[in-house]
């Protein structure tokens, strides 16, 4: 009885994701606009996280962002002696603050 139940939950999911492309089937890259009242959280210097606008929560909400080419510290530090692990931290939260200020309700983030 538990298989079947996983089975079904399993199949229910893949029905989900079906209807959710076939609803944005004829939607494209060039067809999402995201600006900065989509972002929702800005969480270091180079990622952020959005909700796309019309696309189902499931692939649109909270989605995270990476900016390419772009690198800064880590909040998640990976430094091995504790006071390295604290520089890169406060870097990274002085990153973070500089992509906030840098972002408007009008500016483009991805098209």
């Known amino acids: 009885m538990q298989k079947l139940a996983i089975y079904i939950g399993g199949l229910l999911l893949v ?30 210097g180079d990622t952020l996280f959005i909700n796309i606008a019309g696309v189902h929560p499931v692939f649109g909400k909270r989605i995270g962002v990476r900016i390419s080419n772009v690198d800064t510290p880590e909040m998640r530090s990976k430094c091995k002696s504790e006071v390295a692990r604290d520089r890169e931290r406060a870097m990274a939260a002085d990153a973070r603050q500089v992509l906030i200020n840098m972002i408007r309700p009008e500016s483009t983030i991805v098209s």
């Open 15 to 44: 029905l989900l994701l079906l209807a959710a492309l076939h609803a944005n089937a004829n939607a494209g890259p060039a067809d999402i606009i995201v600006t900065g009242r989509d972002v929702v959280k800005v969480y270091d």
